[in-house]
């Protein structure tokens, strides 16, 4: 599977983002999708992951209430509406596609990145 993400950009806080990741090479409805940020000098964490069907969701609890991810199987994208955007948001996005199930809010349980495209928040 080739993850294409798009989206990211500048915002002031308080504003919204809807990053997408399109995906190409494989059955999409096969794979369930998340997506993860790395902010500058830290980590990669988990932000949200969505099921195959899309019948499951789960988020950090940083984002909860905030962030929404969506699929659309016939266009093969995963969505992840950003909204009440905070300065602690400003990272990299990655999305990544999982032949497994669950929560998946681990990276190891990912078969397949995205390239990561840029969410910058300012105050």
């Known amino acids: 599977v080739q993850l294409q993400a798009s989206g990211g950009g500048l915002v002031q806080a308080g504003g919204s983002l809807r990053l997408s990741c399109a995906a190409s090479?494989?059955?999409?409805?096969?794979?369930?999708m998340g997506w993860f940020r790395q902010a500058p000098g830290k980590e990669r964490e988990f932000v949200a992951s969505i099921s195959w069907g899309g019948g499951s969701t789960y988020y950090v609890d940083s984002v909860k209430g905030r962030f929404t991810i969506s699929r659309d199987n016939a266009k093969n994208t995963v969505y992840l509406q950003m909204n009440n955007l905070k300065p602690e948001d400003t990272a990299v996005y990655y999305c990544?596609?999982?032949?497994?199930?669950?929560?998946?809010?681990?990276?190891?349980?990912?078969?397949?990145w995205g390239q990561g495209t840029l969410v910058t928040v300012s105050s």
């Open positions: 090479g494989r059955t999409f409805s096969n794979y369930a």
């Open positions: 990544a596609a999982s032949k497994t199930q669950g929560s998946l809010i681990r990276s190891g349980e990912y078969d397949y």
